[in-house]
Nanobody, 127 residues
Framework: QVQLVESGGGLVQAGGSLRLSCAASGSTFSNYAMGWFRQAPGKEREFVAVIRWSNGRTYYADYVDSVKGRFTISRDNAKNTMYLQMDSLKPEDAAVYYC?????????????????WGQGTQVTVSS
């Protein structure tokens, strides 16, 4: 059974940093596309970043425009763990952040295309 568990959320001042982790279990995730999504109160879940491996060495990543240059997605396949380094945080980044996995190597920003989800971790950014 595939399980995804996020950690690393918390309260941070604007301009600060947080590092989210997503520990995956129950499958071999090197062949999965994995992503981060977020949902603020009263808003739909939105894409943040996605990553996949290619040829076992290089990886491809994509980001929503609002986080480009500030967030970095990465993964350690040996540890079955994905990360989201968030720098220069803004109040509008506050949300529940979810990790997701898709049993496909194709990158997509559509949350409905993902097969597995974590329980979410809260990120709060004070101004």
């Amino acid at each position: 059974q595939v399980q995804l568990v996020e950690s690393g959320g918390g309260l941070v001042q604007a301009g600060g940093s947080l590092r989210l982790s997503c520990a995956a279990s129950g499958s071999t995730f090197s062949n999965y596309a994995m992503g981060w999504f977020r949902q603020a109160p009263g808003k739909e879940r939105e894409f943040v970043a996605v990553i996949r491996w290619s040829n076992g060495r290089t990886y491809y990543a994509d980001y929503v425009d609002s986080v480009k240059g500030r967030f970095t997605i990465s993964r350690d396949n040996a540890k079955n763990t994905m990360y989201l380094q968030m720098d220069s945080l803004k109040p509008e980044d506050a949300a529940v952040y979810y990790c997701a996995a898709r049993a496909s190597m194709t990158l997509t920003t559509n949350p409905h295309a993902y097969d597995y989800w974590g329980q979410g971790t809260q990120v709060t950014v004070s101004s």
